[in-house]
């Protein structure tokens, strides 16, 4: 399996010739979504579900995700769209997949909490959208949130020690400056070496190949 890291919260997953495709929003190369199979969203906001790259999206393409998403950026689309909620399973583009969580996490006071869903591929990668769900299930590969209002960086390795996975790699991240990516690559350096894990940041375009 290859994983690739677009911009902000977006991954890119290829496996057998098939592409799936995880959170393309407005701060991602639209590049993401060539020839993709299918495509997963976890919540209804800008930085994860962009309207105008999912209408792009043919009628081959199944697009799974919450409600808040269905009723929103993605009503109406010509892909195939299928709502799914925590506990569900299904296959897609050649992956098994398991959806854990229910909510966002809080975010400003005066803002609502919307659904988000994670979504675990393949028993290997889990991602998490925007909160710290725990899956009830080992998680080979995380993808960390580290960057966001709704979090502080002691939540961050929290949510590492609490899930321990075999490797973490940065999502959630394009609100930082040059200073504060060098910030998070010495934490996450940090917790790697504490717990003898491959935890670290891709840039933008690189790859990772997983067992």
Known sequence: MKLTKFGHACVRLEKDGKVLVIDPGTLTDAAALDGADAVLITHNHFDHADRDK???????????????????AAEGLPAKVQTVRHGDAFDTAGFGVKVFGEWHAANHPDMPIV???????????????????VPDASVGTL??????????????IGYLRTVKPARAYSTHDALYSEAGLGLVDGWLQMESEKQGADMRRIAVGDSVTLA
């Open 54 to 72: 999912l209408l792009t999206l043919s009628a081959e393409v199944e697009v799974w995700t919450c409600q808040g998403v269905a009723s929103g």
């Open 115 to 133: 659904d988000n869903v994670g979504f675990l591929l393949d028993e290997e990668v889990f991602y998490p959208g925007d909160a710290f769900t």
């Open 143 to 156: 993808m960390v949130p580290t960057g966001a209002p709704w979090l502080k960086m002691s939540e961050v």
